[in-house]
């Protein structure tokens, strides 16, 4: 009827690839039934529909008992099936089995795969959604073919066949004409009608005339007549079916769509006036509801679910969770639980899990209540950073747990269910307080999940996306036998009572398999016999004895049975035994909290695998008293005292904190130990690890906690007699340590008529001359220099020859000069580093040290090293700078150059020069500084390289650009004070802009706009506005403030029937929300008053010549495959940019298909020739192929 016109779309919470099982891990068995103790069905990735239908067959009781009441003898077994003499009644076999499996066998959802293996369907199949309307008839004929010449042949009719009379009485002759009409359901129409009585009303009350040209030809009278036609029911079922026309097809606008408007049902209902035959009883007309499958979803995509009224009180029902919580309890917690961050999955499923009054939720629920949290679903909102909802609960198991055999998540605190002995549902009986309420004892079949629901939860159903597809009544007459109540073996035949049994036996073994294994938690015993008190921790007695002992435990046993579990494996223990908590530190073993409690389980203790337990008397070890507990953890110090005189010949021992002079020893402290019994156990006591910072007297009563020391911290400990000398001496709050001599030297290095070359490249390692020379951070630069002079035995060659010492890089660069009247300490020298010994003059304390450059650019023309007083003005450097360089003019200034070598901003010689000589150049290392011949402006701004500006006129076709100046102007200036500032330029005087935001500013490449400059306030440095860039300026009409995500697109409409388009005109697109298809779609339509639908949309490639169309999909795909996203224009492959032209044709009118004709985009190219581009011109993607329903049946006769 509708082939695959349906398609899944949220099929419900799935985690897993088919089955709508929940998470698995290796070798688990099917959790069992839940507390209603009713079984689901397994989803296979598009069988809701099946699973919908099938569950009401089941709940209805004649069906079920009549498919009982067919034996092997007739319908043949199925260890036969493959013999091919045998007829074997596949079909009712398997739904035999899969009858009873929902009835007996406890696990919480039944397979449907053998069924669906027996209708011949493949996995493309049953991973194909269809109507469940046509199921059901499908389904139907499948059983009477395959009951062909068996006693339950006629049982489909006898419990769902009526018959309609259609009637037409001539109004000349009276003569009245009937045809019959089977059916197994009843179809009524949805659209116009307010419910089911309505439609009935208007099916079999309402006559329709046949009058004025509407006339009917009468058989007796032989000519066209007036009449009225009728229809009533002539036959009631036991089970009426009514099958809701949800589904409608737009004529004006071409396409499927649903009636989600209110359509009431009762739940009883007399039928009375709509039959032909009205003298018997009421109670022979009267039906009552017992099913209603629903539909969610659209029309190319959906889910089913049933709600069912259990006639036999199978199951257990209990009030909706909702109503055990008060109203003021809801209030409480909206109170107390903040709106989590929608971003972050974890805070939101934490929340919707803590905010139950169990703390857990059913796994089968948890996309629906995320749905109701943040009105989205996962796959749209998560599943693209995060992956399934499967693996995120698993990536995140210290967050969530499965409780309940995997039914249900929880969050970490809940523990695990225990181990019990589940009954089997043959026998369990509902106890007193689950006796329900009158009108209860329905029951909502969502595939594997089985929720109880209030009868006036059927209401609900009345209208909306969600809402009925389905209705199954039964006549009230059908009375139940007392024994078929709370009784899930009522008729079901032996070998299929053996069957399920043997199926509960497997279960029950494979469940107590599983707990065991997943229950076992892997421990590390500590014996204390093994161990000895050091420093506060524990440490083994030997290195060569085993620390540890290993054993697997089962998490759910109490402490008491680990305990006797110990003392059987250590015989010889004597006296208590106390099991402690315990943690390997840096230290050494550490004790925590002792478990005291015999009853407490393992999980309850907060026992895990890899937990380590220490087995001792809980007082002492080896006589030790052992401090147990956080606050006396033990930290491990590094101890470093002097040892001076021990040092290796060759300045051997060089620690981490000071070199050769020091010695170091790891020890161990408990934290909460003062420091001054720390200082008792060493000896005297120095200061910390960082800068050998003195502890004043106060500290010594403070512990170690207390002073944040941590692992790996070192203490300095000094004797009162190493305080006094050379090596060791304290200042204040510091103790400063002394390297010894053998590690206290410069490098220095000389290159004979060394050429200064950028980062000191190319220099021939063989011509250097190296000396090193000890050295102290008290000496001064200039006795280093002679010292190292006298070493290389440079005096004659340098005599006379000033020369000075130089820093040198990583990179080879020389440095600038060091002032020789300082010390090595105060110069910023390092010990053990390298100086470079260069010609020219060092320095002094009042002089700085300049390099300077004459260009636009660093190193573009003559460089050179001036020395300059501090106090001297800028004008007095410029001059200087220009008397070195031998430079020509008045006109030069100074630069300042940035640390990547870039030119600044310019200086100048202002009113107050000496706050600007201190902000300018009194610096402690090198000031850099570029010559211009060009004078600064007033303002002082940064120089941006000159920029060529064009400017493109609006008003139809763009004109050819055209240069019109240059402007100079600071990166830090606003896009504003750039259109203000090329308002000024002498070509541009013409033009009438009264703000600059009448202005688009156009960048530039190849003689080619490529993008907007958007933001009046952003400054050219934000917009990548770099040294040379071309852009072009174009007057509008009106103000505009483009934003980040707004697009200015350039339309062609085409003229309808031509092969040519109107004008273009400029269209600002929004792209922020929606960059699809669609939406530029929509924005067209609004712009133009045209129907969305109706446009066909492409973008013109300049390159090429050609038209590249958008498609519009936006079809509704099967959770079960990739979810395709909404395509976007603003990515691949359409990159819609800026300027970029859009044709738009109206595709309602037949015209040539797209070409480019003038309108400045180059000269008519067809280019929908052959079948591709014109697939590509269709306005929706390609369906699959709709393929019709169908069962295999064999043949039987």
Known sequence: MFGSLFEEEEEGFSLAPSGGSVIKREGEPPPPRGRVNLSGIKNQGGTCYLNSLLQTLLFTPEFREELFSLGPKELGCLEDKDKPEAKVRVIPLELQRLFARLLLVDQQSASTGDLTDSFGWNNSEESRQHDVQELNR????????????????????????????????????????????????????????????????????????????????????????????????????????????????????????????????PLTINLRPFCEQTEDEDSEYSYELFSVIIHKGGCYGGHYHVYIKDMDHLGLWEPPEEDSKPKVQKKKEVRVYPEPEKDDPLSVLSSIIAQEESRSVLLDQLGQRLMDKIGSSWSKKYRKLHGPIGKFLQNHSDVFVLVNNG???????????????????????????????????????????????????????????????????????????????????????????????????????????????????ELRLHLAPRYRLENGALKPISIEQKEATNLTFDLRRTVGDLRMIIYQMEDLWDGDMALTVAKSLPAGLHLYNT??????????????????????????????????????????????????????????????????????????????????????????????????????????????????????????????????????????????????????WLQVEYQPERRRRAGGEGEEDEERMRAKVPASGNMLLCEVKQRAIAELQLQEQLAGVACCLRQVDRTGKLLPPVCEELSVRDAGVRLMTSLSLCPGTAPKDTQLFLYFSVGSAPSSGLEGEIIVERSSTVKQVGNDCVSFGLLVGDGWHLRRLDWCEEVGEALMDEVSNQNYKTGCLDADWLIQGVIHDNPPCNEGMKLCSLVKMCVCLVGGAMVELRTVGQVEISEEATLEELKTQVLTLPALQYMCVPTPAFLRVWQLEGQRLTRILRGQQHTLRKLKLCSGVEFCVQQLLREEDLGPKEVLLRVQMGVPGERGYYPPEDLVWDASRDPSPRSLRSALASTYGLSPDSLLLAKHQPHTHTWETFSNWSQQVSKRKKKKKTESLLGAPFHLKDGDIVGVKFKLILFPLYSCRGQGVGAEVETNQGVGPEKKMGPIKARKPEVALSINVGVFR
């Open 138 to 265: 499908i389904l139907f004929s499948a059983l009477e073919h395959s009951l062909v010449d068996t006693s339950g042949s006629a049982f489909i009719q006898r419990l769902y066949h009526g018959t309609t009379v259609n009637s037409i009485l001539c109004k000349e002759c009276g003569n009245i004409s009937q045809r019959q009409e089977d059916f197994l359901d009843l179809t009524v129409c949805v659209r116009g009608v307010c419910g089911l009585e309505g439609a009935l009303w208007d099916m079999f009350v309402e006559e329709e005339m046949f009058e004025g040209s509407n006339l009917y030809r009468c058989g007796q009278c032989d000519q066209l007549v007036t009449a009225a036609k009728s229809a009533k029911l002539r036959k009631l079922p036991p089970f009426l079916t009514v099958s809701l026309l949800r589904f409608n097809f737009d004529f004006a606008r071409c396409e499927r769509y649903k009636e989600t408007g209110r359509y009431t049902f």
């Open 407 to 521: 039914t249900r998540v929880a969050l970490k605190a809940n523990p695990p269910s225990p181990v019990t002995q589940p009954s089997s549902p043959a026998h369990t009986t509902p106890g007193p307080s689950s006796t329900p309420d009158p009108g209860s004892h329905w029951f909502d079949l969502n595939d594997s999940t089985v929720t109880s629901i209030h009868e006036r939860d059927v209401e609900k159903m009345y209208q909306g996306k969600e809402s009925a597809y389905m209705l199954f009544y039964r006549k009230t007459l059908l009375c139940r036998p007392s024994g078929a109540l709370r009784n899930p073996e009522y008729k079901v035949p032996p070998h299929l009572l053996e069957m399920a049994e043997e199926e509960n036996r497997r279960l029950q073994q494979r469940r107590e398999e599983f707990e065991a294994s997943n229950n076992s938690v």
């Open 595 to 744: 478990l005291t409690d015999d009853e407490v389980s393992l999980y309850s203790a907060g026992i895990f695998t890899g937990t380590d337990l220490f087995v001792w008397n809980g007082r002492e070890v080896c006589g030790a008293t052992v401090q147990t507990g956080a606050e006396w953890e033990p930290m491990l110090l590094t101890v470093v005292r002097p040892s001076l005189g021990e040092e290796d010949e060759d300045g051997g021992g060089e620690g981490e904190e000071g070199g050769s002079g020091l010695s170091k020893e790891s020890r161990g402290f408990a934290g909460r130990v003062t420091l001054g019994e720390v200082r008792e156990a060493l000896g005297e006591g120095g200061g910390g690890a960082s800068g050998w910072r003195v502890f004043p007297p106060g500290d010594m009563q403070r512990t170690l906690k207390e002073l944040a020391l941590k692992d790996g911290d070192a203490l300095l400990v000094l004797e009162p007699q190493t305080q006094d000398s050379s090596v060791f001496s304290v200042s204040g709050d510091m103790v400063t340590v002394t390297t010894p001599s053998d590690c206290r």
